[in-house]
């Protein structure tokens, strides 16, 4: 049963950067594709970028295209979401999850991930 646990988040001012990790365990994730959510309070969880499982084809939600990066590591078995230029829209609990999808694409919708963890949360504010 594969297990996903985020870390990497906390508080932070407007403008800088925080790296938020992903770690598998009771399974190998060179399978999964492998997501990034976000929900923030009163708002609907949000897919916000996703890493294929061949060629680490990438795709980001308009909201963080240009500031975040999604990057894995198969031999460490992590997941990485590089977040820069941070802004209080940003503020939320942040998620990995995963599907198994041996192929060179990957989705933002929720409803595919079979796999999630606990959330970690990011606070952007002054």
């Known amino acids: 049963q594969l297990q996903l646990v985020e870390s990497g988040g906390g508080l932070v001012q407007p403008g800088r950067s925080l790296r938020l990790t992903c770690a598998a365990s009771g399974s190998t994730l060179h399978y999964y594709a492998i997501g990034w959510f976000r929900q923030a309070p009163g708002k609907e969880r949000e897919g916000i970028s996703c890493i294929s499982s061949i060629g680490g084809s990438t795709n980001y939600a308009d909201s963080v295209k240009g500031r975040f990066t999604i990057d894995r590591d198969n031999a460490k078995n992590t997941v990485y979401l590089q977040m820069n230029s941070l802004k209080p829209e940003d503020t939320a609990v942040y998620y990995c999850?995963?599907?198994?999808?041996?192929?060179?694409?990957?989705?933002?919708?929720?409803?595919?991930?079979?796999?999630w963890g606990q959330g970690t949360q990011v606070t952007v504010s002054s």
């Open positions: 999850a995963a599907y198994r999808r041996w192929d060179a694409t990957c989705l933002t919708v929720s409803g595919v991930y079979d796999y």
